[in-house]
């Protein structure tokens, strides 16, 4: 009897295997798995992909397939890029992957000078340096070439940002595969030939994929980089290169022994950044996820950079030996947001004869009462500046006089004494095709 009992059990079970496969899951053959046919070319039919089982389809969430005898819808990408391909979403479909990227406060912008809102210079914005050399690693992730910081050494605070402290997560590169279009902001219709995105996130966010998530979650302070016959050599940009050779191929990351120093990457930062004349709105990240939590702060004063260092870059690779320059997203919609340009307090009426030394203190003399108008904004800021480790000391960026009195930079040959636009060669035309790229910004 006992016998009996275990055959018809097994009985059973096999009987309900059978009926409940289903046939489309049986008429599946392994052999076809991941293949896709293509119509004969004029019928007008669509492509069709084949998956091997239906319980493979469900294993993705991202791949709603509907198994109908074998035959599936075509897969939908996985991946985007800054060039359509059959892998990769180009930049006017990365919203189906990532719907941020449809939305209303993207970036990046065509700055319009004129449209901008004019601000006095917000006294207290102020990058704090706990070590001048910032450590971290090089990497070629496929999308840009990037450093990502090993320790939360560099800060700022103050400006538009208030109290709340922000501190440098990584910076990384935009650059064309030619000259002249390698920037993914434009001035007034002009593209330089690369973007230098120094990204921060809010410190009041632990996680920094939190605070890619929020309004006020990350900060990336923008400079445009100018191939420049003349350039002075950039040391930093000098060892990245040195460097290059590592990472040509993406995944691929080496440690920067000694760190970087970012006033030499960035010269202007030899002059603090309180007095440089920058555009500021808020946007999102230019590459997906998108999301809209990025104030932007955009540099007028280019960074010179001989031209053979956009050689170099152009020689790096984002996978299938395909160049990864041209990393940058065509140009987003203004919308109804509010572009600000921060500039120099008007001077007084009865100009000094005088140059530098005194401009610079009269500037800070004006930037004062200008926080006093800007209220909350520029007061608060100064406390939190100098919490943020000010006194910590390298830092000759929060203290006033230091600020400016800095090292007078005998460095990089930028052009006039404060932050004057570059000359805007006539390169009105838009953006290309060639386009696109975030770190995501990871941060
Ligand atoms: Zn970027």
């Given at each position: 009897m006992f016998y009996f009992w275990i055959f018809y059990g097994y009985i059973l079970i096999w009987a309900r295997i059978l009926h409940a496969a289903p046939r489309s899951q049986v008429s599946v053959?392994?052999?076809?798995?991941?293949s896709v046919k293509y119509p004969p070319p004029g019928s007008g039919g669509s492509p069709q992909a084949y998956i091997s089982s239906l319980s493979s389809a469900k294993a993705d969430p991202k791949i709603p397939v509907t198994v109908n005898d074998g035959a599936a819808e075509i897969q939908p990408k996985l991946t985007w890029a800054y060039v359509a391909s059959d892998e990769a979403y180009g930049p006017e479909e990365w919203h189906k992957i990532?719907?941020?990227?449809?939305?209303?406060?993207?970036?990046p912008i065509n700055i319009i000078s004129e449209k901008a809102v004019l601000k006095p210079?917000?006294?207290?914005?102020a990058l704090t340096f706990g070590n001048e050399q910032v450590a971290g690693k090089l990497i070629n992730n496929g999308k840009t070439i990037g450093f990502n910081v090993a320790n939360p050494s560099v800060s700022m605070a103050g400006?538009?940002?208030?109290p709340d402290k922000y501190v440098l997560r990584q910076f990384h590169l935009h650059f064309g595969c030619?000259?002249?279009?390698?920037?993914e902001h434009t001035l007034n219709g002009e593209k330089f030939d690369g973007e230098l995105h120094l990204v921060f996130q809010?410190?009041?966010?632990?996680?920094s994929k939190v605070a890619m998530q929020q309004k006020d979650g990350l900060a990336i302070l923008a400079f445009f980089l100018m191939a420049n016959?003349?350039?002075?050599?950039?040391p930093a940009f000098q060892r990245i290169a040195a460097k290059l050779g590592s990472v040509q191929m993406p995944k691929q990351q080496v440690e920067m022994d000694g760190g970087l120093s970012l006033k030499n990457l960035v010269p202007a930062l030899k002059e603090g950044i309180r007095n440089l004349r920058r555009f500021v709105y808020k946007g999102s990240l230019?590459?997906?996820?998108?999301?809209?939590s990025v104030t932007w702060v955009i540099f007028k004063r280019p960074v010179n950079l001989v031209p053979e260092r956009f050689v170099q870059l152009r020689?790096?690779?984002?996978?299938?030996?395909?160049?990864?320059?041209?990393?940058n997203r065509p140009l987003q919609k203004l919308n109804n947001r509010e572009l600000f340009l921060f500039e120099?307090?008007?001077?007084?009426?009865?100009?000094?004869?005088?140059?530098r030394p005194s401009t610079t203190a009269g500037r800070s003399t004006t930037g004062a009462p200008a926080t006093a108008a800007a209220g909350s904004t520029t007061g608060a800021p100064t406390g939190g500046g100098s919490s943020t480790?000010?006194?910590?000391?390298?830092?000759?960026?929060?203290?006033a006089p230091t600020d400016t009195g800095a090292p007078p930079a005998a460095d990089a040959a930028p052009p006039p004494a404060d932050g004057d636009p570059p000359p805007p060669p006539d390169d009105a035309a838009p953006p290309a095709d060639e386009v696109a790229a975030p770190p995501p910004e990871e941060s």
């Amino acid at each position: 009897m006992f016998y009996f009992w275990i055959f018809y059990g097994y009985i059973l079970i096999w009987a309900r295997i059978l009926h409940a496969a289903p046939r489309s899951q049986v008429s599946v053959s392994s052999s076809a798995a991941a293949s896709v046919k293509y119509p004969p070319p004029g019928s007008g039919g669509s492509p069709q992909a084949y998956i091997s089982s239906l319980s493979s389809a469900k294993a993705d969430p991202k791949i709603p397939v509907t198994v109908n005898d074998g035959a599936a819808e075509i897969q939908p990408k996985l991946t985007w890029a800054y060039v359509a391909s059959d892998e990769a979403y180009g930049p006017e479909e990365w919203h189906k992957i990532a719907p941020q990227c449809a939305g209303v406060n993207q970036s990046p912008i065509n700055i319009i000078s004129e449209k901008a809102v004019l601000k006095p210079l917000e006294n207290p914005l102020a990058l704090t340096f706990g070590n001048e050399q910032v450590a971290g690693k090089l990497i070629n992730n496929g999308k840009t070439i990037g450093f990502n910081v090993a320790n939360p050494s560099v800060s700022m605070a103050g400006g538009v940002f208030g109290p709340d402290k922000y501190v440098l997560r990584q910076f990384h590169l935009h650059f064309g595969c030619n000259g002249k279009k390698g920037s993914e902001h434009t001035l007034n219709g002009e593209k330089f030939d690369g973007e230098l995105h120094l990204v921060f996130q809010n410190a009041k966010y632990g996680d920094s994929k939190v605070a890619m998530q929020q309004k006020d979650g990350l900060a990336i302070l923008a400079f445009f980089l100018m191939a420049n016959p003349g350039a002075d050599p950039n040391p930093a940009f000098q060892r990245i290169a040195a460097k290059l050779g590592s990472v040509q191929m993406p995944k691929q990351q080496v440690e920067m022994d000694g760190g970087l120093s970012l006033k030499n990457l960035v010269p202007a930062l030899k002059e603090g950044i309180r007095n440089l004349r920058r555009f500021v709105y808020k946007g999102s990240l230019p590459t997906p996820p998108c999301y809209e939590s990025v104030t932007w702060v955009i540099f007028k004063r280019p960074v010179n950079l001989v031209p053979e260092r956009f050689v170099q870059l152009r020689g790096i690779y984002r996978g299938g030996m395909q160049p990864l320059c041209g990393n940058n997203r065509p140009l987003q919609k203004l919308n109804n947001r509010e572009l600000f340009l921060f500039e120099p307090a008007p001077k007084p009426t009865t100009p000094k004869p005088t140059t530098r030394p005194s401009t610079t203190a009269g500037r800070s003399t004006t930037g004062a009462p200008a926080t006093a108008a800007a209220g909350s904004t520029t007061g608060a800021p100064t406390g939190g500046g100098s919490s943020t480790g000010a006194p910590t000391g390298g830092g000759s960026s929060t203290g006033a006089p230091t600020d400016t009195g800095a090292p007078p930079a005998a460095d990089a040959a930028p052009p006039p004494a404060d932050g004057d636009p570059p000359p805007p060669p006539d390169d009105a035309a838009p953006p290309a095709d060639e386009v696109a790229a975030p770190p995501p910004e990871e941060s």
